[in-house]
């Protein structure tokens, strides 16, 4: 009887000591920077803040030097963007599976486009858009989220996501956040939606931040370059709607309340200043169980568009996000019981971007810009040859490279749309002359054969197409062709736009340097920690080499 005991009593001290190695945190910050390439940390290092300054932490560099640091982590997806990455980063998923295969998509039930967060049985609340997506939720968003699954396992949980774009917030934080919060561009205020306010009212926190941005509307805005005094007018950048009111180089203007202000360096204050009161007024980090705080920083990507990641533009931006982040970083320290040692931190982005095609051009790179348009039109053309004109138009309008077939038609002319996809892809493939900068063209029905491009492309191809959301045929840009947004965008699965960093940081993390690594390997590798059910559909793998396990 003694010696079961002394059994019994050792599996316990065992059970202890196994089971208690990983110090669950009271936070769990996640940052995500939206357009943020994977060359910017290394490459602007020198002109950001130190990693310790006395007491006071630094930005990226406390967070390269303090981290596990993936500089080149990978998203597997055929097409780099907003609502697809911010899927990816807390899902730990595919769009195949997730659901958001690109930022809108067409309904062919319904004969509309489909915005990726849209829910028209929800409405937004602080303000009342006259713009098509008014209602907003994770309804399209397919799984759970890292959040899900932590609130499913410990009911005390709080998760709280802000950013100013509507589907970052939304999407990473999932579908049972306590508030997720974006800007509304139209009204110039935060807003969310009756989702997550079944009152159908802001907090009052809220209201006040907004009070304080009303009181400040039409104040000018002046964004001087401050990392060199060489100031050259950038004649590569085109001229669009923002570049025109702000001016193509430094210094630039224009008056608050505009979407053109959200270019300028207050916009990336903006959701800190967000997150610090939500901390305050939600308490996170300061229960018994962890919480997590989702923030994306969207300004970058409205800058990157119209700039270019070759400009001062995003240098300057680059280098004053380091800024706000330490001040944030150093907040929470002093915020948060036991301060950032009781933080975990995730830094990523969604994606990266091209350079800007004129820019390359200039020097020796092959680029250049498409015209889909032109392509939709061709294949519109064809199908009334082949078919005969019907009631309405054969081609809806085109997105990001995903060419939709109106399925309206489809049935009015009692046609197979398996066949019709085909003849399509294969007419529009013969017009060389149409298709500069276009690599590869595939549609629906080669997905379901897996009669696809070889090698990387049918990877992602594979990880990203969803049946009933992707286009019918899709376009595969060559290296560098993009279309024609501003001065650069993100649409592929080249290098450019599918490398970002993925760093992080706290007890369980072993700092530094990495090679490899996936977006989706996230959520896992924070479940695993915290030691719950990874999201339903994640499929990343557990990032072991980076962790600290006795």
Known sequence: MKL????????????????SRVEKPKLILVISIDQFRADYLQKLAPLFRPPMSGKKVGGFNYLMQKGAYFSHAEYGLLQNMTGPGHATILTGSYAYQNGIPNNDWYNSETQNYVYCTEDQSQKTVGATPTNPHVGTSPRNLIGTTFGDELKNAYADSKVVSIALKDRAAILM???RPDLALWFDLESFKWVSSNYYLSSNQLPEWLNQINNG?????????????KLDQKINPNLEVPESKYTKEMGRAFSHKAKLGGTTSLLFPLAIDMPVQVATKAIEEFKLGQGKSTDVLAISFSSHDYVGHQFGPESDEIKETTVLEDKTISEFLNYIDQKVPGGLASTWIVLTADHGVTGNPNVLKANKIPAGFINQEAMNSEIEN???QKYGKASSKWMLEPSELNFY????????????????RDEAAKHIASKKELLNGIADVFSGSDVKRRTLPQEQHEKQILRTYFEGRSGDILMIPRPNYILAYGATTHMSG?????????????????????????VVDIAPTLSFLMGIIPPSSSEGAILEKSLLLK
Do not use: T
């Open 405 to 420: 077939i109106n399925q309206k038609m489809i049935k009015e002319k009692n046609l197979d749309l398996l066949k019709v």
């Open 494 to 518: 080249y290098s450019y736009d599918r490398y970002v960093p993925m760093i992080f940081v706290g007890k369980p993390f072993k700092a530094g340097l990495y090679a490899g690594g996936f």
């Open 213 to 225: 941005l009303k009181a400040k509307l039409g104040v000018e805005q002046i964004w001087e370059k």
């Open 382 to 384: 064809f199908l009334n």
């Open 173 to 175: 934080g999932g579908h």
């Open 4 to 19: 079961l005991f002394l059994v019994l009593l050792s599996f316990s001290s065992f059970q202890a000591s196994a089971f």
